[in-house]
């Protein structure tokens, strides 16, 4: 009986080049991410202050982001690193009735700006993430959030950063390639989760001589 064929790795066969090529589209943006290293902490320094004071992550997106907010609260709440502090972190996704009743009532846009008024308080952190510029429902329930004196935190992807009034931190994926935007993304919110980290333990950082 003869054997399969089996590719020889050291002959590349001919989606070889496809790899590369696929490869090569995700370094520039993760390079950008790593030259805007001082507002990734920036972003980081300030949801650290706001979990040492108190305050809780709400997260949110629609579509396959509405996953990422998933991921990111679950990241806070139950880190996968054995040892590491659980953070106080909701996923506003994750509640079919409450959107859909939302969404039926008033509409997509309203669906995370209704949750954050009724579940946000000034000390909490809001993260909004979309995988170009900012939707609707995100823009508006960053904007609820702002409203609140919440931190507030915008995930984006594209050529251009997303600026508005509402949003205290935007860290952009540089790509126009969603699926780079979401591989950017998780990167960006494991950096967030691990930079909080790093912040609450230097002793005076968060506040005058005190580690939470």
Not at 41 to 49: F, G, I, K, L, Y
């Amino acid at each position: 009986m003869s054997r399969p064929a089996t590719a020889n790795p050291a002959r590349p066969g001919p989606g070889a080049s496809t790899v590369t090529e696929i490869i090569s589209r995700r370094e520039a943006p993760i390079r950008d991410l790593a030259d805007h290293a001082g507002e990734v902490a920036a972003a980081c320094h300030a949801m650290a202050v706001r979990f040492h004071r108190g305050g809780k992550l709400l997260v949110f997106g629609t579509g396959t982001e509405s996953t990422d907010a998933l991921h990111v609260a679950v990241e806070f709440v139950h880190p996968v690193i054995v040892g590491m502090r659980a953070l106080p972190a909701v996923s506003l996704t994750t509640d079919v009735a409450t959107l859909t009743g939302l969404a039926e009532r008033e509409g997509m846009p309203g669906i995370f700006a209704h949750q954050i008024r009724v579940l946000g308080e000034p000390s909490d952190i809001a993260i909004g993430i979309c995988a170009d510029d900012l939707s609707e429902s995100v823009l508006a329930g960053l904007t609820a959030a702002h409203d609140m004196s919440m931190l507030t935190i915008a995930l984006a992807g594209g050529d251009d950063p997303v600026t508005h009034p509402a949003v205290d931190h935007v860290i952009t994926a540089g790509s126009r390639d969603p699926r780079v935007v979401k591989e950017v993304h998780v990167t960006t919110y494991h950096l967030l989760w691990e930079l909080v980290h790093v912040f609450f333990s230097q002793p005076g950082v968060l506040s005058p001589g005190a580690v939470a």
